[in-house]
Nanobody, 126 residues
Framework: QVHLVESGGGSVQAGESLRLSCESS????????MGWFRQAPGKEREGIAT??????????DSVEGRFTISRDNTNLTHNAVYLDMNSLKPEDTAMYYC?????????????????WGQGTQVTVSS
């Protein structure tokens, strides 16, 4: 079983940056894909970035060019995935979740993920 814990959320002004972290532990040896998702009040959960075991990344159009996902697999018992968010906008305000899947596809669709963190709140004011 994989355990995921997000951190790094907060309240910022539009145009500022944040870095979210997701620490994973437990049965991490066969994680294939890590993703970041977000959900704003009254809206569906949106996949925004993924990275697979070959460090191939993908992004939603809404964050392409502003957000960067990266992965650190150097520790055998814990690894981490990061989301660097630049040029933040008020519409980026949401609860942000990381997720893990053990098999392809590495996708922005939530149903393919097996494990989820508890989320970290990001609030961007204008």
């Amino acid at each position: 079983q994989v355990h995921l814990v997000e951190s790094g959320g907060g309240s910022v002004q539009a145009g500022e940056s944040l870095r979210l972290s997701c620490e994973s532990s437990g049965s991490i040896y066969n994680i294939y894909c890590m993703g970041w998702f977000r959900q704003a009040p009254g809206k569906e959960r949106e996949g925004i970035a993924t990275v697979d075991s070959n460090d191939v990344t993908s992004y939603a159009d809404s964050v392409e060019g502003r957000f960067t996902i990266s992965r650190d697999n150097t520790n055998l018992t814990h690894n981490a995935v990061y989301l660097d968010m630049n040029s933040l906008k008020p519409e980026d305000t949401a609860m942000y979740y990381c997720a893990a899947s053990r098999s392809p596809p590495c996708t922005l669709v939530a149903k393919y993920y097996d494990a989820w963190g508890q989320g970290t709140q990001v609030t961007v004011s204008s």
